[in-house]
């Protein structure tokens, strides 16, 4: 009796337990939140606009966008057009329409949420007046092959908790990115950038602003602004000026930003630094040690069109060797006037993105949480000296970023010649990247993303600062010893064709990486060193020279690109005898079963006779291992960039003979040895690369599009400060600054200068 009295209170107790279940189940199935969605002011109601909700978040973000959407699940809407959710989790709205950005926000949907029965939302809008930059830009002035970027014509918003970490205490910019004007995408024009230049120029006692060129498509200026307490002529130009200040016997720090136009806080961070050297003294107290280069927009025409790439549609930080682009080689001409000691190349990353608990794949984690990323120049390449002052000075940033409550992450480094950094640490420049988190971000966090730019400089420039005299003496001497190696030709002096790391190497200096789930946790990881790319995987002996034949294909080009890379040449005359070494093709380079380029070799030394003459490219000089990067044509760049004159395509080798042409020499000074047979060598100069305006020749000037009074002034006298003059010679016809027009003629100072 009692066992089954038991067994009954145990099934009742059964089924209670089942009842129960089965009740909060339908409890928790009947639990749901209605979306409303508030479009407030963002929109004007003339314009269709189109809401999609998802659940879930991008998980790639190198994804294109119609991809981004196959990542997450729809929700169907509800029959009056609503979207009703049943679940907690990450969702995302999708909203765009004519004239309108398209914007992905993401939020989170809570059980509170769920249980008030409802969750309100402001849609995020922006308006579709312009590509970013430029609000006025107009479709046909747009290449036809012009498109954004999916990183930049779709913009990722992060949930609230997300952003709540990553608030920053107001820093007072007083920048133009920072009016409270511009739209939710919008960042600094260039005619609000120029303005902003000649404001602080004309406060400025140590400011001198300059054009380093013209952009070839939309004919925009490259703002070049000199800051050093040396007394600078009115009329100097750019040339004259950087003579003045490399006769101080100051250092000099070269500060570029916004190759990349889709990675403003680079560009606004600049713009920041440019503000503290004029108005904050602790900066200006700084030009006691250094005098600092700052170019804060690179790429105009891109920056017009919102674009990560040039008006031509190509990657100008890929571009560093072959100098496809016309901004670059005037870039570089500036750069070498200065032939700057130290050199910050400032740039954004992806922002979006989600990985696994281990980081290595698609899963709940924010990917690239990190405020700032950064890293030397460390190619093997490079003088070891100047390697290990870049990395104490990293590791001071890295210091300083911390302190100021960053969040600090190594990027890693790497040895592709094409990039900025890498490129200038070629020069045996201390070159560092400094990168933050805002390529597909909009204006997300955009003063946290400007300061930690602002800090990252700072800390270089700082430190540059209190060890001035040994980096000038290190460098120097780094300089020096290029010059010196390629007189002499040494078989135990190795060039780097392709490094890895052995992992072995690695910094004294740590980062802890910390990351999100969509709710707002923190994660920590653990503790990480900066792994460099130690080992010499494919070396070769440097030689004292390279030869080049008169008629090789492509000759044009390739002296143009040795023209601007600032190297030294002369040509031998026709009929020239002399004993070289010959490189040729042997075939794919090979590692871990993946293709790395291509392999050459060296056919033994032979006497060979030009009989067009050829071009002699001598090693002892400060471009020398600039030189060895374009000639050697098994040069490895991990990533495949245009860094060879082989990848680049401007040389190539004879598929009958195998034979590249292309030599080398090992005798020791060719400037004097490398002729045979008393056949005299003709020097040869290296060309300027043609100037984009010509100076004026006459006391008028014409108005054509896109001039500005600062613009003439740059072009026609080589010193935009000088519109005021302009201006006050033509009072009578022009009635403000701002205003003039196509086909006016201007008088022009007599005093009219070429740069």
Known sequence: MRKMMQRSLSCLLTLAMVVTMLMTSTLAAEKSAKLEFDYSANYESSKVVSLEVYKGYPADSYAKEEEIFSQLEAITPQADGSYVVTAPGTYAYHVHGTGYYNILQLFNVTEADLTAGAKKLTVIGGKLG????????????????????????????????????FTVAPQGYTTPAFDGK??????????????????????????????????????????????????????????????????NGKLNVWYQAQIHPNEPAAGEGALVMIDNFVNDPTYKALLDKINIVIVPRINPDGSYLF??????????????????????????????????????????????????????SAGEYMENADDLETTPATSLNNNPAVTKIGLDMAKRAF??????????????????????????GL???????????????????????????????????????????????????????????????????????????????????????????????EKTGKATALSLNDTITRGRTRPTAYVIPADAANIDKILYIMDNQGAEYYKLNAGTTASLQQYYYIGEYMENDKAKGIEAGLRDAADVTFASGAYVFPMDQVAGNVIAMLCEPDVTDSNGYDGSLYQYKQIDYDKSTMNFPLYRYTGNDPRTTLV?????????????????????????????????????????????????????????????????????????????VSQ
Do not use: C
Request: glycine share 6%; proline share 5%.
């Open 130 to 165: 312009g590509s970013g930059y430029e609000p006025t830009i107009k479709p046909e002035k747009a290449p036809d092959s012009y498109k954004m970027d999916a990183r930049d014509s779709m913009l990722i918003f992060w949930p609230e908790e997300i952003n709540d970490s």
């Open 182 to 247: 511009h739209a939710a995408n919008e960042f600094t024009s260039q005619d609000q950038m120029m303005a902003f230049l000649q404001k602080m120029d004309k406060s400025s006692d140590v400011m001198h602003l300059y054009s380093a060129g013209t952009t070839p498509n939309y004919k925009y200026d490259l703002p070049l602004e000199l800051f050093t307490p040396s007394e600078i002529p009115a009329n100097a130009t750019l040339a004259e000026a950087a003579k003045i200040v490399k006769g």
């Open 307 to 360: 674009s990560r790439a040039t008006y031509d549609g190509f990657d100008m930080n890929r571009d560093h060797m072959s100098l496809k682009a016309a901004e670059l080689a005037q870039l570089h001409t500036a750069y070498r006037l200065f032939m700057s000691e130290v050199v910050l190349d400032t740039h954004e990353f992806t922002f979006y993105g989600a990985y696994n608990d281990d980081w290595t």
């Open 399 to 424: 210091s300083d970023a911390t302190n100021a409550g960053l969040r600090v992450n190594h990027y890693g480094t790497t040895v592709n010649n094409p990039i900025g950094r890498a490129y200038f």
């Open 427 to 521: 020069y045996n420049a201390l070159s560092f990247l400094i990168e933050t988190r805002g390529i597909g971000a909009g204006r997300q966090n955009f003063e946290r993303r400007v300061f930690s730019q602002e800090t990252a400089a700072t800390s270089y420039i700082k430190y540059t600062a209190e060890h001035a005299d040994e980096i000038v003496k290190t460098v120097a001497a780094a300089r020096a010893d290029v010059i010196a190696k390629g007189k002499t030709y040494d078989e135990s002096d190795i060039i780097a064709l392709y490094q890895t790391k052995s992992g072995k190497t690695m910094t004294d200096y740590t980062a802890t990486r910390v990351q999100y789930t969509m709710d707002g946790t």
């Open 676 to 752: 045979s047979n008393g056949t005299s060598a003709e020097p040869t100069q290296p060309t300027q690369p043609e100037k984009p305006s010509q100076p004026a020749s006459s006391d008028t000037y014409t108005v054509v599009s896109g001039d500005s009074l600062w613009k003439i002034a740059s072009k026609q006298l080589g010193n935009g400060n000088r519109w005021t003059e302009i201006y006050d010679l033509n009072k009578d016809t022009v009635k403000s600054p701002s205003v003039i027009f196509v086909g006016q003629i201007l008088k022009m100072p007599l005093t009219a």
